[in-house]
């Protein structure tokens, strides 16, 4: 590759990255003069993202209005689980993209009623890596692994928990039966990430679902 057509491709991911920031302050903008609270989850297919949310969604239903933005590259099966709880859903399907952007979140805010949300929760699509580039204008990002990641997981993908103010490490309810050290995964996300506030969880038997909740301010 010629260093001329290198330098295009950085000069292409670089407007990119910066049009979708500029995106994001406006989506930010709105929502706070609209005060509706949003949250972005982001994780791995399998980390529990989709179950986490029905736990919180179960819990808060009743007394908020919610909407969920749910990503995927195709089907709507996690916005379907989610509408089992009485809250409204969109159902994002990117193609081939591996990641929402700030550009798929303006088109719905700008096209909802949004005196019908107080919180809204958005499911990224399921990457560890494809989200970090794509800030969406939330007030919170919360990165979700499981222990059945396996220990590892955080050092080998640091770059979302640098980004995130709350990271949950899920499914501690398989700890007998999984051998893995979770307080690796609680010293490194710590080391990446000083100020993130870290929770153990359990979206099967409700462990420490109230503790989240009490962390995002709802």
Same mark, same amino acid.
């Given at each position: 590759?010629?260093?001329? /057509?290198?330098?295009?491709?950085?000069?292409?991911?670089?407007?990119?990255?910066?049009?979708? %920031? *500029? !995106?994001?302050?406006?989506?930010?903008?709105?929502?706070r003069k609209k005060n509706i609270r949003a949250f972005d989850f982001v994780g791995a297919i399998g980390a529990g993202k989709?179950?986490?949310?029905?736990?919180?969604?179960?819990?808060?239903?009743?007394?908020?209005?919610?909407?969920?933005?749910?990503? =995927?590259? &195709? &089907? *709507? @099966? #996690?916005? %379907?689980?989610?509408?089992?709880?009485?809250?409204?859903?969109?159902?994002?399907?990117?193609? *081939?993209?591996?990641?929402?952007?700030?550009? /798929? $979140?303006?088109?719905? @805010?700008? /096209?909802?009623?949004?005196?019908? @949300? #107080?919180? !809204?929760? +958005?499911?990224?699509?399921?990457? !560890?890596?494809?989200?970090? =580039?794509?800030?969406?204008?939330?007030?919170? *990002? +919360?990165?979700?692994?499981?222990?059945?990641?396996?220990?590892?997981?955080?050092?080998? /993908?640091?770059?979302?928990?640098?980004m995130s103010d709350i990271a949950i490490i899920n499914k $501690? #309810?398989?700890? =007998?039966?999984? %051998?893995?050290?979770?307080?690796?995964?609680?010293? #490194?996300?710590?080391?990446?990430?000083?100020?993130?506030? $870290?929770?153990? &969880?359990?979206?099967? &038997?409700?462990?420490?679902?109230?503790?989240? @909740?009490?962390?995002?301010?709802?």
């Amino acid at each position: 590759m010629s260093k001329e /057509h290198s330098s295009k491709i950085i000069e292409l991911n670089e407007d990119l990255i910066e049009n979708n %920031d *500029r !995106l994001a302050a406006q989506n930010s903008k709105l929502l706070r003069k609209k005060n509706i609270r949003a949250f972005d989850f982001v994780g791995a297919i399998g980390a529990g993202k989709t179950a986490i949310i029905e736990s919180i969604v179960e819990r808060i239903s009743n007394e908020y209005k919610v909407l969920v933005i749910n990503g =995927d590259v &195709t &089907t *709507r @099966i #996690d916005a %379907d689980r989610i509408e089992q709880y009485g809250v409204k859903t969109i159902q994002i399907n990117t193609g *081939r993209e591996c990641a929402l952007n700030s550009y /798929h $979140i303006s088109q719905v @805010i700008n /096209h909802y009623d949004l005196s019908e @949300i #107080d919180i !809204l929760f +958005i499911e990224n699509v399921g990457n !560890l890596i494809c989200p970090s =580039d794509f800030i969406l204008g939330t007030e919170k *990002r +919360i990165v979700i692994v499981s222990i059945t990641e396996g220990e590892w997981v955080i050092e080998k /993908h640091p770059m979302l928990f640098k980004m995130s103010d709350i990271a949950i490490i899920n499914k $501690i #309810d398989l700890l =007998d039966v999984i %051998d893995v050290n979770i307080e690796k995964m609680v010293s #490194d996300a710590k080391k990446i990430n000083p100020n993130l506030n $870290i929770i153990k &969880t359990s979206a099967i &038997t409700g462990e420490n679902i109230p503790k989240l @909740i009490k962390a995002l301010e709802i």
